[in-house]
């Protein structure tokens, strides 16, 4: 058996996500695509650690980079000063996104209006796997699959791939874990060995 049932991204409220998903305005992975935005102005938006990783980032791509809270305590002074010493700015009082032609403009609950061609929700992601908890196998606290160096779970003949497993998610590396276990199945069932 082998589990590829993935995550699901977590995003904010941002009308027409589909849609802006589908022309880029919201992006969900920086190491997928960060090379489509170069110089344009990008809103980072999501939980600290999460959001300053992703503007530091994101910032081999463009010197326009925000990243936007809700609360001024969203953000603690040692964020605030790495990002004002890499030259990323902050937004507190971030409100709505409302979705233009060309991206997104970010309602701050002063009234001031910011325009950004892109956004990308630094939020993380929910494992998918319940079926694999439902199996027996073992998962971290995250929630992640855990595995061994053939991709194995803690159940026999269970094998889990993909962003199931704590990786780089990408599909690059999915496409390599599911090598790896095909043949360590493989050669279990055909020759009886590891």
Do not use: W
């Amino acid at each position: 058996v082998f589990l590829a049932t993935g995550v699901v991204d977590v995003v904010p409220a941002i009308p027409r996500l589909r849609e802006a998903i589908a022309r880029g305005s919201v992006r969900l992975c920086p190491v997928c695509d960060g090379y489509e935005i170069i110089d344009r102005q990008v809103a980072v938006i999501g939980h600290e650690a999460q959001v300053l990783r992703e503007a530091l980032f994101l910032k081999q791509y463009t010197q326009h980079v925000t990243m936007l809270a809700r609360y001024l305590p969203d953000f603690s002074t040692s964020t605030r000063r790495v990002a004002m010493e890499e030259n990323i700015a902050v937004c507190d009082a971030f409100k709505k996104f409302v979705p233009t032609d060309s991206g997104y403009q970010a309602i701050l609950k002063d009234g001031e209006v910011r325009h950004f061609d892109v956004i990308y929700p630094a939020m993380g992601c929910r494992v998918r796997s319940e079926l694999a908890l439902a199996m027996g196998v073992e998962c971290c606290d995250e929630g992640y699959v855990v595995v061994d160096k053939h991709q194995r779970t803690s159940v026999e003949g269970v094998y889990a791939i993909g962003d199931l497993v704590r990786a780089l998610n990408q599909i690059a590396v999915a496409f390599g874990q599911a090598a790896i276990a095909a043949t360590d199945a493989h050669n279990d069932f055909a020759f009886g060995y590891e």
